[in-house]
């Protein structure tokens, strides 16, 4: 059993920051990758960053050189330090974590981001 407790988001102006943390718990395979998805409303999940166990990290298009991904592996947790939020980045963000080998996904509970202009 995999758990994922998400901390974070909230209430941001424009061009303001967050930070989002997210642990994870349980049988965990050391080949794996982790990061954060969001949603809109009336929109699909999209990825936002994610991170390899190897520290390889990839960003949507959206959001590269405002956010940045970081883990620690001892831990088993992954950041997203968000910079320069815009209202477009208003969403629900779900922390996600892929074991590659096993091809299966965890999902956290989702934290809401609502970046005000």
């Known amino acids: 059993q995999v758990q994922l407790v998400e901390s974070g988001g909230g209430l941001v102006q424009a061009g303001g920051s967050l930070r989002l943390s997210c642990a994870a718990s349980?049988?965990?395979?050391?080949?794996?990758?982790m990061g954060w998805y969001r949603q809109a409303p009336g929109k699909q999940r999209e990825l936002v960053a994610r991170?390899?166990?190897?520290?390889?990290?990839n960003y949507a298009d959206s959001v590269k050189g405002r956010f940045t991904i970081s883990r620690d592996n001892a831990k088993n947790t992954v950041s997203l330090q968000m910079n320069s939020l815009q209202p477009e980045d208003t969403a629900v963000y779900y922390c996600?974590?892929?074991?590659?080998?096993?091809?299966?996904?965890?999902w956290g509970q989702g934290t809401q981001v609502t970046v005000s202009s």
């Open positions: 996600n974590l892929h074991m590659v080998l096993m091809d299966s996904d965890y």
């Open positions: 349980g049988s965990i395979a050391r080949l794996n990758a």
């Open positions: 991170i390899t166990s190897g520290g390889t990290p």
